[in-house]
T-cell receptor, first 112, second 116 residues
Framework: EDKVVQSPLSLVVHEGDTVTLNCSYEVTNFRSLLWYKQEKKAPTFLFMLTSSGIEKKSGRLSSILDKKELFSILNITATQTGDSAIYLC????????????FGKGTLLTVNP | ETGVTQTPRHLVMGMTNKKSLKCEQHLGHNAMYWYKQSAKKPLELMFVYNFKEQTENNSVPSRFSPECPNSSHLFLHLHTLQPEDSALYLCASSQGAAAWGTDTQYFGPGTRLTVL
C-alpha cells in the first residue's frame, strides 16, 4: 500500500526562524511529489518535484527531492506569521491506475 | 471567472436527502478529481476522471455517485448519507492526458458538508 509520512506533525516557531519539513514516501510507479499549503480553505500548490537533487525555489520557500532515499524536504527561511498553515505532501503514481497519496500534513505555527 | 469553483460552499442535509455538489474548472484541463477531507485524517482521493472517463474510485461507497458530463464540469451526487460522511469535499483539476501523474492539481474552495 502506498504511504506518505510527514514529520513533524506540528511545529511552533518564532518569526524569523528557519524551518524544515520532512516527507518520506513509499509508492509504486512513482511519478512526482507535490507540496501544498493549506490555511482555512482549500490547498494551494507550492511545488512539484520529479527529479532528484534539483532544488525548486519560490521566495523564502524551497524544496528538494531525493529519489534514492525516497524523501523530500520543504524549507522556509525567515518565517512570517502568514506562513502559519498545514503543509501537505503528496506523492503521485502514474500508469493506468492513477493515485495521489497524501501525508497527514505538518501544522506550522509561526508566533510573532 | 478563473480557476476551479465549487457550489454550494456549505451544505447541511439529512440522512434521507438527495443532493449534488458541483465543480467547474476554467483552466482548460482534462482531468478532474473529487477528494474528501475529514478532521484529523489525510486527504482522501475519491474519484478521478481523465477525458470524462472514470479511472479510479478507490472503493468509495455507492451512496456517492460521480458524474462528469464534460471536461469542465464534475458533479458528486449524494444520497442516504451517514453522519460520518460529514467533511470538506474538494474538487481539483489538472492537465491530465500526456502529463498524467506529473501534472499539478489545482483545488477548488471545497464544499463543507454536514449530515444530520
Amino acid at each position: 500500500e502506498d504511504k506518505v509520512v510527514q514529520s513533524p506533525l506540528s511545529l511552533v516557531v518564532h518569526e524569523g526562524d528557519t524551518v524544515t519539513l520532512n516527507c518520506s514516501y513509499e509508492v509504486t510507479n512513482f511519478r512526482s511529489l507535490l507540496w501544498y499549503k493549506q490555511e482555512k480553505k482549500a490547498p494551494t500548490f507550492l511545488f512539484m518535484l520529479t527529479s532528484s537533487g534539483i532544488e525548486k525555489k519560490s521566495g523564502r520557500l524551497s524544496s528538494i527531492l531525493d529519489k534514492k532515499e525516497l524523501f523530500s524536504i520543504l524549507n522556509i527561511t525567515a518565517t512570517q506569521t502568514g506562513d502559519s498553515a498545514i503543509y501537505l505532501c503528496a506523492s503521485s503514481s502514474g500508469g493506468s491506475n492513477y493515485k495521489l497519496t497524501f501525508g497527514k500534513g505538518t501544522l506550522l505555527t509561526v508566533n510573532p | 471567472e478563473t480557476g476551479v469553483t465549487q457550489t454550494p460552499r456549505h451544505l447541511v442535509m439529512g440522512m434521507t436527502n438527495k443532493k449534488s455538489l458541483k465543480c467547474e474548472q476554467h483552466l482548460g484541463h482534462n482531468a478532474m478529481y473529487w477528494y474528501k477531507q475529514s478532521a484529523k485524517k489525510p486527504l482522501e482521493l475519491m474519484f478521478v476522471y481523465n477525458f470524462k472517463e472514470q479511472t479510479e474510485n478507490n472503493s468509495v461507497p455507492s451512496r456517492f455517485s460521480p458524474e462528469c458530463p464534460n471536461s469542465s464540469h464534475l458533479f458528486l451526487h449524494l444520497h442516504t448519507l451517514q453522519p460520518e460522511d460529514s467533511a470538506l469535499y474538494l474538487c481539483a483539476s489538472s492537465q491530465g492526458a500526456a502529463a498524467w501523474g506529473t501534472d499539478t492539481q489545482y483545488f477548488g474552495p471545497g464544499t463543507r458538508l454536514t449530515v444530520l
